[in-house]
Nanobody, 126 residues
């Protein structure tokens, strides 16, 4: 399983970024996927998730209404559109994939996901 996250950068408060995660080494179409983030000194947070078909999504309260997760299975890619960014969104963002195919999305299962090794840094300046 390989998950390559990209698209991070430096943006001002209120700005937007779109993260991409390209999966390889497995048939990602069959697996729920998500984005997690970790800021310095803080615990890792499950930010957003999407089920295998794209028909169900989950968002942490901290990003609801500002972030949108989507997937294009033909490209084995999951996106995270981040709008109205705030300084508290500053973190390294990681892509993750479920290990069980065709399983519905549940935040309680995030500990069972495979995590992409190299995240992408998002920095929001005030």
């Amino acid at each position: 399983v390989q998950l390559q996250a990209s698209g991070g950068g430096l943006v001002q408060t209120g700005g937007s970024l779109r993260l991409s995660c390209t999966a390889s080494g497995f048939t990602s179409d069959d697996y729920a996927m998500g984005w997690l983030r970790q800021a310095p000194g803080k615990e890792r947070e499950f930010v957003a998730g999407i089920n295998w078909s794209g028909g169900s999504t989950y968002y942490a309260d901290s990003v609801k209404g500002r972030f949108t997760i989507s997937r294009v299975n033909a490209k084995s890619t999951v996106y995270l559109q981040m709008n109205n960014l705030k300084p508290e969104d500053t973190a390294v963002y990681y892509c993750a994939a479920d290990r069980v195919p065709i399983r519905e999305l549940s935040p309680a299962l995030i500990g069972q996901y495979d995590l992409g090794g190299q995240g992408t840094q998002v920095t929001v300046s005030s």
